[in-house]
């Protein structure tokens, strides 16, 4: 991969726009927008902010156009046979039960905190910012086209949406291009709520039905609901029993949106699901949540399995999150990481948060600072994976 800001410097270049159209509207001539002969697509390159390719079963870029005489039948964009009607914006959490929520719990106890202070005072802290220096530079690789992290499960409850919402508030802390959080789950996914959006409208079926590739990032956007810390999020639904995602809508929307963010985390429905199968197959990076029990671990085993049989080498970008989520686990962490990485994955623990276990919203500044570390690896682990692919 380049190190080329082609790509950051277009979506920039969208940005202003508006105000280059604005001086226009005012009868005044806007600066002309100079590119240099390193950001000026050269022959036979690929324009950055052409139109995404027809969804294909594979997750690597086209080489280039087909020849005269080859070129396939594209089926035309799904388009609404009437004009758009505007959903109503709906709460994530009932008001009641918000209210019922209180104060966020600190992930660390008084007693760690203060004894992590004094063991600060006592030794060095070079080590300690070398590793964060090493993960800093893995999360702000550059890229040059738009890289989809899709996050999954054997089944749900085991820390699968807290785990994507960590990448992606994670990934926006570190990076300073657009990061977007993208709910695949079910009807009732709770990415939403754990990424502190009070209330949603737009969901993917309604997105799908209006992007098209003439649209800005600044169009895009206002059809998103912007997280607190940053970055952005499209909900699968509006919360209620409604249809889930299907495979067309979630392939419509990832490849639209690839445009215009950086990094997309997905957070997928729990395997075998069709949407999982189809975001686990076409993502540039994979992270399997597996809780720390038994039948946690030997489920997951068979997912690796799964993906190690794939044609496009998937186990190598993929990343496991070993997840703790009680204060006294049923399986030894050691027994389980070994089992793990018998197939030749990493694995990220991710510890026991009783902030991550009181639910609702979370707080980067009420993680405990193992939590903490174990995001920025993990999201680092994905990051580097991601990249790897053309």
Same mark, same amino acid.
Do not use: I
């Given at each position: 991969m380049t190190t080329s800001g082609r790509w950051q410097n277009d979506v920039l270049r969208e940005l202003s726009a508006p105000a280059q159209q604005s001086e226009v509207d005012a009868g005044r001539s806007p600066l002309p927008v100079r590119r240099t002969e390193e950001q000026r697509p050269h022959p036979g390159q690929p324009n950055p902010l052409s139109p995404p390719p027809p969804p294909t079963?594979?997750?690597?870029?086209?080489a280039g156009p087909p020849a005269t005489g080859s070129v396939p039948a594209r089926r035309p964009a799904r388009r609404p046979q009437g004009p758009v009607t505007t959903p109503d914006s709906v709460p994530t959490l009932d008001p009641r039960l918000a209210l019922a929520l209180?104060?966020?719990?600190?992930?660390?106890?008084?007693?760690?905190?203060?004894?992590?202070?004094?063991?600060?005072?006592?030794?060095? *802290?070079?080590?300690?910012v070398s590793e964060e220096t090493r993960l800093a530079g893995l999360l702000q690789q550059p890229v040059t086209t738009g890289r989809v992290i899709a996050v999954t499960s054997i089944?749900?409850?085991?820390?699968?949406?807290?785990?994507?919402?960590l990448l992606a508030r994670t990934l926006n802390h570190y990076r300073h291009d657009p990061v977007l959080a993208l709910d695949a789950d079910s009807a009732l996914g709770t990415l939403p709520v754990r990424l502190g959006a009070e209330s949603v409208r737009w969901a993917c079926a309604d997105l799908a039905q209006i992007l098209t590739p003439s649209m800005q990032l600044t169009d895009v956007t206002g059809y998103l609901v912007p997280v607190t810390d940053g970055g952005w999020l499209l909900p699968a639904s509006q919360g209620r029993l409604t249809a889930p995602l299907d495979m067309p809508t979630y392939r419509t929307v990832t490849l639209a949106l690839r445009r215009y963010f950086a990094v997309t985390v997905v957070d997928c429905e729990s395997l075998p699901g069709e949407v999982a199968?189809? *975001? %686990?197959?076409?993502?540039?990076?994979?992270v399997v949540v597996a809780p720390q029990t038994a039948e946690g671990i030997n489920g997951t085993r068979t997912v690796l399995d799964w993906l190690a049989q794939l044609p496009h080498a998937a186990l190598a970008s993929t990343v496991v999150a070993l997840t703790t989520n009680?204060?006294?686990?049923?399986?030894?962490?050691?027994? *389980? %990481?070994?089992?793990?990485?018998?197939?030749?994955?990493?694995?990220?623990?991710?510890?026991?948060?009783?902030?991550l276990s009181g639910g609702g919203p979370i707080r980067t500044d009420r993680l405990g600072e193992a939590t903490r570390r174990a995001a920025a690896e993990l999201a680092a682990e994905a990051m580097q994976r991601a990249v790897r692919v053309r």
């Open positions: 079963a594979s997750q690597e870029e086209p209180g104060a966020p719990q600190h992930g660390d106890s008084v007693v760690r905190r203060t004894g992590r202070s004094l063991r600060k005072l006592a030794s060095s *802290a070079a080590r300690e089944r749900g409850g085991v820390g699968k949406t807290t785990t994507a919402a199968r189809t *975001a %686990m197959d076409t993502a540039h990076a994979r009680s204060n006294d686990p049923s399986l030894e962490l050691k027994t *389980a %990481m070994a089992h793990l990485r018998e197939t030749g994955v990493t694995v990220v623990h991710v510890p026991y948060d009783r902030h």
